[in-house]
């Protein structure tokens, strides 16, 4: 019975000061991770935008190409990219 | 005639105990509050109808070929859809107001005290003989001042199977209770000029740092708690696929369709432990009893750390925050603001909470991931 | 060459057999009534494909880890596929219309006839030696009168699992014959001026109503026939979150995609029933026969029992919404409405014949329900 | 043989029994319910839509509170409640 | 103190192995890719993160009773979650192009060459001595330039699980690559003027002609090669829903809810195959290596087969589209179009690339089949 | 080793063999399907649409039924359609 108590007590001690260092530990660094997304400026808006920007975005624009065929091959884009890859 | 003999003996006038009787009434109850007093609907609607289903007597859905049971073996008894929900959860958790406040973290860490105190509670009702807990069951009864039912049901289903019910039932009626349990708490420990406390607007958080958050935590669970990784490590994983915008149409049916589904099951297989030989125990008063201690300790132990934290802090930090870190996403965090406006009705504290409340998740499956691997689940 | 010969060895001209041609054939057809003739297309296009895919000669899918053969075992063999359908049409049913006139129940009472006179049917050609069915497969067969394919699913994979494929093919082809099969016998048993009658306009039922009547009907179950629990729970746990109002989310989702997928897997795991070792047989001949008897007994119940009823109603009743107590929910009520829009052009049926429609699903889980309990399923 | 043709007659027999008995009760019963429902008022729209009331409506509304402050907390509170509790 | 050490021992900093710290670095590697560098997002953040998660020490996530080696068992070694992928892309897939020209299922045979002429190189190797794969294991390999993913896997699955994890990582980076990996063997086998040719338009296809063809299509593969009927007869089960009009739910289900949950386990499934003791082999390197040739050598194969068949063809093909045949759906299709852009800026070749670009899906399926059937899966 | 090596050309061959004897015969069987289907006018619009045609279709529609008898039985078909059958 004692027994059973003790160990709770130990598990207790153990258990809070696992959970406050764990979490202690996050906030520094999570704080450092901030601090370099910020210092760095990884995190302005354009870049962040960028990294955002998939291979659709990247197609090619040729000033020639009349706004009808820009649609046309938008249309077909547009159904085309509906598909997940394989 | 042999028939007629045979509908009688099968039917349920003929068959029914009296615990199965009071069962009905209380899933009945459980879906009169689910419905009519919007108790966490979601699963207390699924589990209280599980609940019906597992007390109707020779039907059998909550036992062996029953689709309840095969329900339990397969999501519950594996942890498969405590985890899946936590991933759904993840895809629906916004880090914003954490990452912009950090700090609030330790909020969320003070908080599962609540479940260490009752852990030792449960264990001291035993040693007095009031009870008969061994360590893993305290444990699991503990957890439900974690205030997170996937994580509660989880650690059951590993350390304390036979108590899942109860444990269930518990952690989301407290979770339900939260705008009744805390505010009195809240109020006896707090000023009504902390009460008032304005807080600094928080600020923006990039994208780049909501996608590099959940790895951060996965890594860090990795190389120091590796028992909470299951839980944390799907809880990452919906998270990152909410923030990496890049496979938005995964992130969406996650936090849809399959958070959805998995509730429904998950609800449903709980309900098959309201069978009445296993819920109408003694054990199951000691658990309510011990849940709603954890439940208040855990507020209290919010409140307070928030109060110690602005002692040494910059900036202000209105301590019913603390309260927040218990979980209970996202009624908590609304009782916060709810009891800030009374003290300041210009004082919108919602944001402010949404950090020390999903601190608490965190804090509470690092709980659980210790529990877990102390007590050899 | 050695693999030159293995291949042509694996190839299917050299290996399909007369009968695996003739099913292909078979499935052919059923996909050509679903697509081209609108046959109940959810169904028969799944187990239409699920026909051809199983008597690809050497392909296994059907047999052994095959694909739809691990679907059979975990989603048919164990019921839980028939019973989530259930749950998925409770979550589409609006009780609303039986509920403004519960007297319609008796009319889905009266529509149960065809499956007990087919059951004796069945019997009967076994003690004529024609068949050589056992209690437990005439009861199967008799289900297919209930004109509900999740319950006939059910039924037979507890009762007569050789039989499902069959008795699953006969129990949909009916429904979607149903526009075929009903006006003539509905014609044949009212007058031109029984059809005509207008019905008396039904009242608005109230939120209450319908949140309280799924829970009645799983009590009454529970209390007087608990074998048909299993069936009637689920179908009430989906009318439960659909009218209750605070689970909308999981409605949504049942309604949705989890009975579209679980109606694809349903109709997969229905088709590797149609192997033709199993399918190409007298019995199946019998079945299908059987069957119609069933549709067409159902249907004339329904319509005299409305008869019956009119000698004593204050308001009168239209016999033809008899017919819609067999369910084939909701085309039996439909083509009620187009034979009464033919002797009264002004004469719009179709939610008065939504009672019965409704009332037949439950009449017919009862009757499985009983069939399950006294042939010991 | 006709040991079989009879037991699927009594199942019948006690088979059509069950079925009219059952829906037989559930009509009363239904109609009981509804008396009882109708009766009391149970049903009036206020009430129905009162039970539908979430915890979201019982939020504080002060009448000071700007504009500007209500459409923040509203957005906030939006994105909040689609967060399904944990 | 005991739980000290309990602690400490089961953390992550006592256990980790330098082979797990590598996968994660690995793992963290393929997140980056997927998500700032778009490299297949669906499949290579969920495989990343399952990939982290197999190797936090001591979690056992991926082993035993751990989540993801349950879904690996559920879905992967059954084969289940790859066929019903398939399924998925056969409802997202438009056959019109390839009806409206279907001489371009030839360029989808001829893309084919790279997974043979893969097979042997790993046998190739294997008698140099450099490496040692069976047979089996060179069927697998050989499947990545077929460049399907769900069709890599299932074949994978089937005829050599050691090297699951090491085949799906090299067929999604290469076909995340194809846009680096095939313009240059483009342009180096063709002519500024070959890359010219405008292609006559495509005819409108009707809706029969979409109907039909599924059907056909798994005829012919019921009656020649039965061992390709799971993969493709799921494909066309899929796209008979998509076309057949009757059972659009179900097709929209399928291509949305039900693809996504797949692919997150999936992804998730396959992740739990990156253990360091199974991936950091010098297997893995060969693996990698003959990928990269299995793509070249498919892409080459397909433009090479595009210029033979002008020589025949009364319409110009332009031999760019040659390259959509190794499927890699539908990346390849986009890149024939930016390549023949930068040719002829009015040159728009995506439609005419989606013929080949499906017709390779057929193409390695058909081979996959063949590979099961003779080396015995 | 040669035996391996062996076995995997003749691999090669029959496998390229096979794939492409099984493409060119869908080449033949999809033109030949196509050519009946646009020989024999199965693919003209109307008919194809006729195809699709569901039951809702084909209910009743007789002149003297009032626009507002119309609407109330589109508003309970639509509900009622939106059960799939059992
Ligand atoms: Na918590
Ligand atoms: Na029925
Ligand atoms: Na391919």
Redesign the interface.
């Known amino acids: 019975?004692?027994g059973?108590?003790e160990?709770?007590?130990?598990?207790?001690m153990?258990?809070?000061g696992?959970?406050?260092s764990?979490?202690?530990?996050?906030?520094v660094?999570?704080?450092s991770?901030?601090w370099v997304?910020?210092k760095f400026g990884?995190?302005s808006?354009p870049?962040?935008a960028n990294?955002?920007?998939?291979?659709a975005d990247k197609?090619?624009s040729?000033s020639?190409?009349s706004a009808q065929?820009v649609a046309?091959?938008a249309v077909?884009?547009d159904?085309?990219?509906?598909?997940?890859?394989? | 005639m042999d028939l007629l003999d045979q509908l009688w003996n099968g039917s349920g006038l003929a068959q029914m105990t009296f615990g199965q009787f009071a069962m009905i009434l209380i899933s009945l109850l459980l879906l009169y509050l689910a419905i009519a007093k919007k108790f966490e609907p979601l699963l207390l609607v699924t589990i209280g109808f599980g609940g019906l289903l597992s007390n109707i007597p020779g039907a059998e859905i909550a036992t062996g070929n029953g689709l309840l049971h095969l329900i339990y073996e397969v999501g519950i008894e594996t942890g498969a859809f405590p985890l899946i929900i936590f991933m759904g959860v993840g895809a629906l958790t916004d880090f914003g107001p954490l990452l912009a406040n950090p700090k609030t973290l330790l909020l969320g860490a003070a908080a599962q005290f609540g479940i260490f105190a009752t852990l030792l509670g449960a264990l001291g009702l035993s040693a007095l003989g009031v009870m008969d807990f061994d360590l893993k069951q305290a444990a699991a009864i503990g957890i439900i001042g974690g205030a997170d039912g996937p994580t509660a049901i989880f650690v059951a289903g590993k350390l304390a199977p036979e108590l899942l019910g109860a444990i269930a039932i518990a952690a989301y009626s407290y979770m339900a209770l939260v705008p009744i349990i805390q505010p009195p708490i809240m109020r006896a420990l707090t000023t009504e000029k902390e009460r008032g406390i304005v807080m600094v607007q928080l600020r923006e958080v990039s994208t780049l740092e909501k996608i590099v958050f959940p790895l951060l935590l996965l890594l860090l669970v990795a190389f120091l708690l590796p028992s909470a990784a299951p839980l944390l490590g799907m809880f990452c994983f919906g998270n990152l696929m909410r923030e990496c915008g890049v496979v938005e149409r995964l992130a969406e049916t996650t936090r849809t369709s399959l958070i959805n589904v998995v509730t429904i099951f998950l609800g449903l297989g709980v309900g098959s432990k309201l069978g009445a030989d296993s819920f109408l125990t003694a054990e199951t008063l000691g658990i309510l009893a011990l849940g709603m201690v954890a439940f208040s300790i855990g507020t209290a132990s919010g409140v307070l750390m928030a109060k110690l934290m602005n002692l040494f802090s910059a900036n202000p930090i209105n301590p019913l925050i603390g309260a927040a870190g218990v979980s209970a996403v996202p009624m908590a965090a609304r009782v916060v603001n709810k009891v800030g406006l009374e003290a300041n009705s210009q004082n919108f504290l919602l944001m402010h909470a949404m950090g020390p409340n999903v601190a608490g998740v965190i804090g509470s499956a690092v709980a659980a991931g210790l529990m877990i691997m102390i007590t050899g689940g």
Not at chain 1, 7 to 12: Q, R
Not at chain 1, 51 to 55: K, T
């Open positions: 019975m004692g059973l108590l160990s709770g007590f130990e598990l207790m153990i258990g809070m696992t959970v406050f764990f979490l202690a530990l996050l906030v660094v999570t704080q991770m901030s997304v910020l990884l995190a808006d870049h962040v990294l955002r920007l998939g291979a197609l090619p040729t020639k190409q065929h046309a091959i077909a884009l159904t085309h990219l509906r598909t997940p890859p394989l």
